[in-house]
């Protein structure tokens, strides 16, 4: 059974880092794209970044470029976001989502409706 579960969620002060894992069960992270999406109070979901099932391949939204990094461990099963000069305005709640595209891929999705598989959300917040 596929199973998505983030944490590293807390509270951080502007200009602060932060990382975040998504531990991933019941699947090989070598056939699956994974994204992280972002969610304020108010707002739609937003894709955040995603990494390719070739892990070769990353993509970032504008507003997180250059500040945000994804990656993954094969081994461990788990994708990290790496979270550097947060601004208040990156407060949400963080979700890892998991979309099937075979072997070797190097497709980066970032729509919400092309993930069927979601994680609970860990949650971020940035302020003094």
């Known amino acids: 059974q596929l199973q998505l579960v983030e944490s590293g969620g807390d509270l951080v002060q502007p200009g602060g880092t932060l990382r975040l894992s998504c531990q991933v069960s019941g699947i090989n992270l070598d056939y699956y794209a994974i994204a992280w999406f972002r969610q304020a109070p108010g707002k739609e979901r937003e894709g955040v970044s995603s990494i390719s099932s070739s892990g070769g391949r990353t993509r970032y939204a504008d507003s997180v470029k250059g500040r945000f990094i994804v990656s993954r461990d094969t081994g461990k099963k788990t994708v990290y976001l790496q979270m550097s000069s947060l601004k208040p305005e990156d407060t949400a709640e963080y979700f890892c989502?998991?979309?099937?595209?075979?072997?070797?891929?190097?497709?980066?999705?970032?729509?919400?409706?092309?993930?069927?598989?979601w994680g609970q959300g860990t949650h971020v917040t940035v302020s003094t």
């Open positions: 989502a998991a979309a099937w595209s075979g072997s070797g891929s190097g497709w980066t999705p970032m729509l919400h409706t092309e993930f069927y598989n």
